[in-house]
């Protein structure tokens, strides 16, 4: 059994920092490509930010500039530093990942979701 558990979220001003994180666990065989998608109240869910494991990064227009996405593969773990932060990032942030398991069965794995708001 697999899976990914956030971490970070929170409260925070406009124009500050969080710092997501997110970590895979159990019968583990590779972990791909990693992402962090959003779903703000009444909207769908968006793709924030994907990193591959060799380290290619991408990024939602929305975000270019502020967000960094970084990964650990020695952890199985992917963060989001989230810089110059705005009203509308407020959203719940969900951690995903491509995975092969140790019965070599590929497919793509949620974490639960951590909750960002950004309020004065």
């Known amino acids: 059994q697999v899976q990914l558990v956030e971490s970070g979220g929170g409260l925070v001003q406009p124009g500050g920092s969080l710092r997501l994180s997110c970590a895979a666990s159990?019968?583990?065989?590779?972990?791909?490509?990693m992402y962090w998608h959003r779903q703000a109240p009444g909207k769908q869910r968006e793709l924030v930010a994907a990193?591959?494991?060799?380290?290619?990064?991408n990024y939602a227009d929305s975000v270019k500039g502020r967000f960094t996405i970084s990964r650990d593969n020695a952890k199985n773990a992917v963060y989001l530093q989230m810089n110059g932060l705005k009203p509308e990032d407020t959203a719940i942030y969900y951690c995903?990942?491509?995975?092969?398991?140790?019965?070599?069965?590929?497919?793509?794995?949620w974490g639960r979701g951590t909750q960002v708001t950004v309020s004065s």
């Open positions: 159990g019968n583990i065989f590779g972990v791909y490509t």
């Open positions: 990193i591959t494991s060799d380290g290619t990064t």
């Open positions: 995903n990942a491509d995975i092969i398991t140790a019965t070599l069965d590929k497919g793509a794995y």
